[in-house]
């Protein structure tokens, strides 16, 4: 297949690009505009490849989206392009509302204005499966997991872009009989990851020997997902899943923001010892907490497992400890974002 997808230069998209690179037949057509989270240097590994493309576009951009459907004729879309960071989304909601719901209207038309083009064979091949986040169900209480039938409950600006985007798939689909898919994942961590997000900002922090801030108390509970994993699962979605249908991507890995935070200190007290001594678990500092913060995410992935034969390779300790060496070996690729993009900040404060 040609595999379109977009935001394939951030996070989960670079992951995506290179499963798809290295591990598959496929080809990756990356359709990013480069905010500042997206780094082409997450893809190095597979820019020269013949199985790989590259478009510096918008999804927004609606003739730019239609010339490249034209030129490369995918056969199915991963979308993954959308603002991510719920701190950003706090104080600048529009830049969400443009990209995750205008965008997503976007690149629907024009996939469909693409599906209903093709002869019959390749309409029937063709899928769109559009990423989420368990985010749009809300927060859960002690107990309990968000499945595929969880109502929709979002908290911040970013969740509630994300469920109007979901919305909007579903029409689609009901609609006009329009093949798309979707899926809502845990919180993911991994390789090339922008240091804004709690795992590689508590590692970065921790190698400049500044504070790791825990928002309030640090018992929030999040189900982690290490990245490669999520790629895997939503090639396996694309190929096998149903049209209509959703699917929840996590590994019953739940753990509070406090515990995450010391599992790093403890790793990097072992791997990267202190010059001077002493435990990074010193270095953590408790601040306010985010507005409207929700208090545990947990997935039920039992549909994707019995359904789609889907099995989860990394458990959080040995996919924390492979990511903490990661950002040890790998300087030269996040110390420049936090000289000149995001230097640990603190993000989504009410004035």
């Known amino acids: 297949m040609k595999i379109l997808v977009t ?54 951009n609606r003739e730019k989206l239609d010339e490249i459907f034209s030129r490369e004729k995918p056969d199915a879309v991963l979308h993954l392009a959308a603002e991510s960071h719920v701190d950003r989304s706090i104080t600048g909601p529009a830049d969400f509302i443009n990209s995750n719901i205008v965008g997503s ?94 795992i590689p900002l508590v590692i970065t922090n921790a190698l400049y020997g500044r504070k790791l801030p825990i928002y309030g108390t640090g018992d929030n509970i999040r189900d982690w997902l290490h990245v490669e ?36 200190c403890d790793q990097l007290d072992r791997l990267r010892p202190q010059p001077g001594g002493g435990s990074y678990r010193d270095l953590i500092e408790h601040v306010s907490d985010r507005p409207s913060h929700d208090f545990r995410y947990a997935i039920d992935p039992t549909k994707l497992e019995t359904t789609l034969d889907w099995k989860a390779r990394e458990t959080f300790e040995s996919g924390i400890e492979h990511t903490i060496r990661w950002y040890l070996d790998n300087e030269d690729w996040w110390r420049p974002l936090r000289s000149n993009i995001y230097d640990g900040e603190r993000l989504g404060l009410l004035k």
């Not at 995506?16 to 082409?40: F, G, M, Q, S």
């Not at 091949?125 to 989420?132: C, E, Y």
């Not at 689909?173 to 798309?180: I, V």
């Open 7 to 60: 935001g394939g230069a951030g996070f989960i998209g670079s992951a995506v690009c290179r499963e798809i690179v290295d591990h598959t037949p496929h080809t990756a057509i990356n359709i990013d505009k480069l905010t500042y989270a997206a780094n082409l240097e997450s893809l190095t590994s597979i820019d020269t490849s013949e199985r790989y493309r590259f478009y510096k576009t918008d999804i927004c």
């Open 105 to 198: 209207f976007m690149l629907l038309e024009a996939a469909r204005t693409h599906w209903e083009s093709l002869g019959s064979s390749a309409r029937d091949r063709f899928r769109f499966l559009h990423v989420s986040t368990d985010e749009v169900f809300g927060s859960l209480g002690a107990d309990g997991l968000f499945t595929e039938e969880t109502p929709y409950d979002p908290s911040s600006p970013y969740s509630a872009s994300k469920a109007a985007s979901d919305h909007l798939v579903r029409a689609w689909h009901r609609t006009y009989d329009f093949p798309a898919l979707m899926s809502n994942c845990s919180n993911n961590y991994g390789l090339y990851q922008f240091p804004e997000k709690l």
């Open 229 to 264: 994993d999520h790629a895997r699962a939503l090639l396996r979605i694309l190929e096998k899943g149903m049209p209509g249908e959703s699917y929840n991507v996590g590994t019953r890995s739940e753990r509070s923001n406090i515990n995450v935070v010391h599992t790093i």
